[in-house]
């Protein structure tokens, strides 16, 4: 008996033992067959004070930011001691190694209130990137501080109501890769522009739109071999603008729009290029738009608009900008007739208003069938509107005025351009069809009418149906008798501009002064009409102001 004892000790001794090998073995093959879980340090406890002490130094206003999706992403920042990890915060990015905090978006974070070089933000010396833009700093000067975050790469201040001149600072800031201080009413004089390129080498990008300059633009941008964004947008430059900053075969984006007393001409593109927008708007850049122009494969808008450029035609290689969505060539020189440009046909705007072409309108436009807004006011085109015109279905805005175009509009034909807010026909030799002719519900929602020396006799009644007008111009017609009742219940609460001079009208519809119903009116004439009895009343929303 002792010995079946013995034998059957032994037997459960050897079960258990295999027992627990197989339970080791289940063991190792669960742990590798689980995904590993890495375990990401929390933020450091210096930097998580800083970042609450900074969001103590602000109040939160709704009016701060521009942005209509602003909120206040500081408002959830709670203390570590709650089980709050900074490194979770709304706008706050971490290193995964260490922990410190390397990212900082507050953009449009509906913060308030003054920033001087004392502020906790400057604590934080390992941040790369800081974004602070839309927010309003109530006319801080940038502080001295920012010099003490010396890795910066990325440092966006635009549009957050910094004032003064631009601190010295930044100019220690040497790995900044991207720079953005625009719509601020800041100054770049001490240090100036040159300085600013000479010790920032590696910047890709810089903003600095609406930013005081006044200077001329420095030939060392042509060494900034990153470079892909220069917007130095209304800052007062002046003087020639060096052609080797065209030739930047990285650049992608290039405004100097709203700097009237900048000069420059367009040397020859290369096919090398990357520009995908070229803004020279409000400059007085001069001379020829070269045929190489049609070497910018990769261009997306395209504006010289108000310029100098007076050497006459258009080039036809503009047709071989097949990525063009907006060219505005408006309010220069060109002249003769408009070439075919049918070849773009991802255009959304095109504006040639404000030259010298001839001509008919051109009848291929027809095949620019996402064109959205079309302005070919001012030039000497003739004949009439092409019907092919009015297939466009996509158009929003359409200019047409001060051309010498003829023949009879029947507004009937807007009936499929429901899309269509903006018809501008004044100062042609243009007749409209009577409005018993026009099926008034039909007709798209206008939001600006110009229909100014159509030889119009009657008030359109279309215009019953319109609630949405702000600009309403039946100016110089042959429109007879009193003005209709039923006008003052058009468009009640948009129409802020009505001009109904140089007719035969003879006054109101009604036999006691007319409060005008307008709320947001600002103009209306009735000046040269033949108008007797009383004066119209201002709405008194004008009458209060």
């Given at each position: 008996?002792?010995?079946?004892?013995?034998?059957?000790?032994?037997?459960?001794?050897?079960?258990?033992?295999?027992?627990?090998?197989?339970?080791?073995?289940?063991?190792?093959?669960?742990?590798?067959?689980?995904?590993?879980?890495?375990?990401?340090?929390?933020?450091?406890?210096?930097?998580?004070?800083?970042?609450?002490?900074?969001?103590?130094?602000?109040?939160?206003?709704?009016?701060?930011?521009?942005?209509?999706?602003?909120?206040?992403?500081?408002?959830?920042?709670?203390?570590?001691?709650?089980?709050?990890?900074?490194?979770?915060?709304?706008?706050?990015?971490?290193?995964?190694?260490?922990?410190?905090?390397?990212?900082?978006?507050?953009?449009?974070?509906?913060?308030?209130?003054?920033?001087?070089?004392?502020?906790?933000?400057?604590?934080?010396?390992?941040?790369?990137?800081?974004?602070?833009?839309?927010?309003?700093?109530?006319?801080?000067?940038?502080?001295?501080?920012?010099?003490?975050?010396?890795?910066?790469?990325?440092?966006?201040?635009?549009?957050?109501?910094?004032?003064?001149?631009?601190?010295?600072?930044?100019?220690?800031?040497?790995?900044?890769?991207?720079?953005?201080?625009?719509?601020?009413?800041?100054?770049?004089?001490?240090?100036?522009?040159?300085?600013?390129?000479?010790?920032?080498?590696?910047?890709?990008?810089?903003?600095?739109?609406?930013?005081?300059?006044?200077?001329?633009?420095?030939?060392?941008?042509?060494?900034?071999?990153?470079?892909?964004?220069?917007?130095?947008?209304?800052?007062?430059?002046?003087?020639?603008?060096?052609?080797?900053?065209?030739?930047?075969?990285?650049?992608?984006?290039?405004?100097?729009?709203?700097?009237?007393?900048?000069?420059?001409?367009?040397?020859?593109?290369?096919?090398?290029?990357?520009?995908?927008?070229?803004?020279?708007?409000?400059?007085?850049?001069?001379?020829?738009?070269?045929?190489?122009?049609?070497?910018?494969?990769?261009?997306?808008?395209?504006?010289?608009?108000?310029?100098?450029?007076?050497?006459?035609?258009?080039?036809?290689?503009?047709?071989?900008?097949?990525?063009?969505?907006?060219?505005?060539?408006?309010?220069?020189?060109?002249?003769?007739?408009?070439?075919?440009?049918?070849?773009?046909?991802?255009?959304?705007?095109?504006?040639?208003?404000?030259?010298?072409?001839?001509?008919?309108?051109?009848?291929?436009?027809?095949?620019?069938?996402?064109?959205?807004?079309?302005?070919?006011?001012g030039n000497r085109l003739e004949g009439p509107i092409p019907s092919s015109l009015f297939?466009?279905?996509?158009?929003?805005?359409?200019?047409?005025?001060?051309?010498?175009?003829?023949?009879?509009?029947?507004?009937?034909?807007?009936?499929?351009?429901?899309?269509?807010?903006?018809?501008?026909?004044?100062?042609?030799?243009?007749?409209?069809?009577?409005?018993?002719?026009?099926?008034?519900?039909?007709?798209?929602?206008?939001?600006?009418?110009g229909l100014n020396s159509c030889n119009v006799t009657v008030f359109p009644d279309f215009?019953?149906?319109?609630?949405?007008?702000?600009?309403?111009?039946?100016?110089?017609?042959?429109?007879?008798?009193?003005?209709?009742?039923?006008?003052?219940?058009?468009?009640?609460?948009?129409?802020?501009?009505?001009?109904?001079?140089?007719?035969?009208?003879?006054?109101?519809?009604?036999?006691?002064?007319?409060?005008?119903?307008?709320?947001?009116?600002?103009?209306?004439?009735?000046?040269?009409?033949?108008?007797?009895?009383?004066?119209?009343?201002?709405?008194?929303?004008?009458?209060?102001?």
């Open positions: 008996m002792e010995k079946n004892m013995g034998s059957s000790t032994l037997y459960y001794l050897f079960m258990f033992m295999r027992f627990l090998v197989l339970l080791s073995g289940f063991h190792l093959m669960v742990t590798d067959s689980s995904p590993s879980v890495v375990q990401h340090p929390l933020c450091h406890g210096s930097d998580s004070s800083a970042l609450l002490e900074f969001k103590q130094s602000f109040l939160i206003e709704k009016f701060a930011s521009g942005d209509p999706s602003a909120y206040p992403k500081v408002e959830m920042w709670q203390p570590e001691r709650e089980g709050s990890d900074c490194c979770s915060w709304d706008g706050v990015e971490c290193d995964t190694n260490n922990g410190h905090v390397i990212g900082l978006d507050l953009s449009s974070s509906c913060l308030y209130g003054s920033i001087n070089s004392s502020s906790s933000l400057f604590r934080l010396v390992h941040l790369l990137r800081l974004d602070l833009s839309d927010n309003d700093f109530n006319y801080s000067k940038i502080p001295h501080g920012v010099g003490q975050l010396s890795r910066l790469t990325s440092l966006n201040l635009s549009s957050s109501r910094f004032s003064g001149q631009i601190s010295s600072q930044i100019l220690e800031l040497s790995k900044l890769v991207f720079l953005d201080l625009s719509s601020n009413p800041l100054h770049l004089h001490k240090p100036n522009l040159r300085n600013l390129v000479v010790n920032l080498t590696q910047l890709k990008k810089l903003h600095l739109n609406e930013v005081n300059i006044s200077s001329r633009v420095p030939d060392v941008f042509a060494n900034l071999s990153s470079l892909t964004s220069l917007l130095l947008e209304n800052c007062g430059l002046h003087g020639e603008f060096p052609t080797g900053i065209f030739h930047l075969s990285s650049l992608q984006f290039l405004s100097v729009r709203n700097n009237p007393d900048l000069t420059g001409l367009f040397p020859e593109f290369h096919h090398t290029s990357s520009l995908k927008l070229l803004a020279l708007a409000g400059t007085s850049f001069s001379g020829r738009l070269p045929t190489s122009i049609g070497n910018l494969d990769s261009l997306v808008e395209l504006n010289i608009s108000s310029c100098n450029f007076t050497s006459g035609l258009i080039p036809s290689s503009l047709g071989r900008l097949i990525q063009l969505t907006s060219l505005d060539l408006s309010r220069n020189s060109f002249s003769g007739q408009i070439p075919s440009l049918s070849n773009l046909k991802e255009l959304d705007t095109l504006d040639l208003s404000y030259n010298q072409f001839i001509g008919e309108i051109p009848s291929w436009l027809m095949n620019l069938t996402r064109l959205r807004r079309l302005y070919l006011a297939g466009l279905v996509n158009l929003q805005c359409l200019y047409l005025e001060s051309n010498y175009l003829n023949g009879t509009v029947d507004l009937n034909i807007l009936s499929e351009m429901k899309n269509l807010i903006e018809l501008q026909l004044s100062n042609n030799s243009l007749s409209l069809l009577s409005s018993i002719n026009i099926n008034a519900t039909t007709l798209p929602t206008f939001k600006a009418l215009l019953q149906n319109q609630d949405e007008l702000e600009v309403l111009l039946l100016r110089q017609n042959k429109i007879h008798g009193p003005i209709p009742k039923w006008l003052w219940n058009t468009s009640k609460e948009t129409l802020a501009y009505i001009d109904l001079s140089h007719n035969f009208l003879t006054g109101f519809d009604q036999n006691h002064p007319v409060v005008l119903p307008w709320s947001r009116l600002r103009i209306l004439d009735l000046s040269y009409n033949m108008l007797q009895g009383f004066l119209p009343i201002p709405p008194q929303s004008q009458r209060m102001n």
